[in-house]
Structures are given as C-alpha cells and as structure tokens.
C-alpha cells in the first residue's frame, strides 16, 4: 500500500516544460515562432508577475498579459551578443490545456543565429524550455534549463 501511494506523489508533480517551434511559413516568407505552455503553469506565473492570486487565463487580457511576459522573455540575435532582431508579437490563444503565444519575425534568419529562451524560468527553479528549430532540412533543439542563456 506504501509504494502505490508512493507512486501516486511521484506521478503527481509534473516538471513545467516549455516547447517553441521556429520554422519557415513558405506562403508569407516569415518566421513564425510559435510558444507552448501548460495552462496552470502559466496561471501561477502570471499571478506571481502581476501579484493577482486568482488570475485566469480565461480572458484576453490575462492571454495578452502572457504574452507580453512571454515576448520579453524569447529573444533572437544574428550571433550571440549581437543585437536582438525585432520579433513581432501575433498574439495568443488557449488550446486545451495549453496557451499558445505567437510571434513572427518578417525576413529570414541568418545562418547562424542565436536564442534566448527565458520563459518561465524566473518563476520555476526547475523549468525547462526546449526550441525546436525547422528551416528547411536543418532540424535542430535547443534546450535551456538551469543559468542556461543564449544558445547557438
């Protein structure tokens, strides 16, 4: 009986995990930059930012307040310690139990460029954020965690 309740507070905490998509939009030429989140991790973070315990992210504003947080958060350079390119904030939509924040950058990216993946990483000690990057054949993931910052 122990180790069943045992394996019951084990299942029962869920690391938060971020995943952003980087990839080519072949009809419009831009960048799109697409951020996940768990719904009740985004919840207590955005609580914690604005000092509101009972935010939801029902409303739009609360979304749009996310997705502030989020686009200062996400940044890309041409190289690392270069100038962050200008990223455009599309804005943001629940999907389940996830937020999804969009952003686009118009033009494209160069050869090497570098990321900065702070989301929510402030807030949960044991946050991790993983970038999957898809431009053309190229797939790559860049995995921050820890004091990780910019990755090339």
């Not at 029902?58 to 270069?82: K, N």
């Not at 943001?92 to 999804?100: M, P």
């Amino acid at each position: 009986m122990a180790l069943l309740l045992f394996s019951f507070n084990v299942t029962a905490h869920r690391q938060p995990v971020g995943l952003t998509t980087i990839e080519r939009n072949n009809a419009t030429g831009s960048i799109e930059i697409v951020h996940r989140f768990h719904r009740h991790d985004a919840e207590l973070a955005l609580a914690a930012i604005t000092r509101q315990p009972d935010i939801l992210l029902m409303d739009i504003e609360s979304q749009a307040r996310f997705a502030l947080y989020i686009a200062e958060q996400f940044a890309v350079a041409a190289h690392q310690g270069g100038p962050e390119l200008k990223l455009h904030l599309v804005g943001a939509e629940l999907d389940g139990d996830y937020i999804v924040v969009y952003q686009e950058y118009a033009g494209a990216l160069p050869a090497n460029f570098a990321v900065r993946d702070d989301c929510l990483r402030g807030i949960y000690p044991d946050q991790v954020n993983h970038v999957n990057i898809r431009l053309g054949d190229d797939k790559r993931t860049l995995t921050f965690a820890n004091d990780d910052s910019w990755r090339s």
